[in-house]
């Protein structure tokens, strides 16, 4: 059994994004701006926001089936990003269902703690039915409220607040790991108040200054992770995660698909270096009372406007436009009919003159139909 091997950071996937905190710090606010947001409000908290939403869902199968609205009407609604406002609430929707399907009063009834169980399973199956948008290049955004329970270290005789997601009760050990597992951020968002004393003995005090942050990486007193390098600390701005949201330019997405069928290597690379590297003799101009030849004349004209370093690839390996033009057409880059002088510098510098080798094979091939 043989199985492909690929390298990099793979691009294209959506982003599986969890945002709690205190009421008020801005949740909302922060998700509304991400790309081509549409809420998934299932608490009302948007109504009085300029955003994009769906019906609020009324049960949990509705919520599943405006994911898979999303999911069907993504390119004509440009929909990037789904965002369920708040998962807290949605996750009453998922225990209302388990209950009227098994026809008990409450998650208590199963008995044996089997509900909390039922449940867990549940929201499993629901982050796996959110990987069909994340696969398409769709974010999906878990908004949650955030609580404070008592916790303690093993080196440290006394218990502190620490901050987590706002789940059941008795879900929170079940049901908030399942999240932060799934996601490749979790942030938490706070108020950070500075406190000065106000006296000599320092046994009055007050608070200066309070400003919004979100954490990104877990500590002692908080929950959070992420997967990009983000500092510990950011202002509680988009600004500040902006760039993990950028869309690739329309040549950047041609160059990732070039590069799934493979990274050229370093003597593809060393090749195609020599290749469009003219040597001092080459490079050296020729006498101005040498004219070129009408052939010279011909092929200069016909490259005129394509990038220097593949105008020369061509006119070394005597290859025309339109032979270039068949082959990129062929993998689906660029239509077949696009002249190569409209190509973007970047396809050209990233796949063209690096897999030139490649590149000849195949138009030797043409060639030889």
Partial sequence: MNFEETNGIQTGAGIKLVIYGQEGVGKTSLAAQLPGAVFLDCEGSTSKMNVRRLPKPSSWEMLQQELDFVLESRAQRQYQTVIIDTF?????????????????????????G??????????GRFLDRTERLIQVGVNVVLLCHAITRKASLPEVDAEFDHWELKL???????????????SDI??????QTHVIATDDKGKKHKATACKRVM????TAWWDAKNRFGLPPELPLEFASIATLFAA????EQLLQKARTEGIPTQQDLQESVELYTPSAASAAPEPWDQPATPEEQQTQHILDGIAPQLAQLMASSHVQPAELQAVVGSKGYFPADMPVQNYPQD????????WWQNIMGMIQANRTK
């Fill in 215 to 218: 954490y990104t990486t877990k």
């Fill in 168 to 182: 059941g009760n008795k879900t929170t050990n079940k049901i908030a790991p399942l999240l932060k597992e799934w």
């Fill in 248 to 251: 690739p330019s329309p040549a």
């Fill in 186 to 191: 979790t942030l938490f968002l706070a108020f």
């Fill in 88 to 112: 807290d609430w949605a996750e009453r929707l998922a225990i209302a269902e388990l209950c009227s399907k098994h026809q008990v009063t409450g998650i208590e009834g199963f008995g044996y």
């Fill in 347 to 354: 396809f050209v510098e990233g796949w063209c003159i690096p």
């Fill in 114 to 123: 089997k509900g909390w169980e039922y449940e867990a399973e549940e929201i």
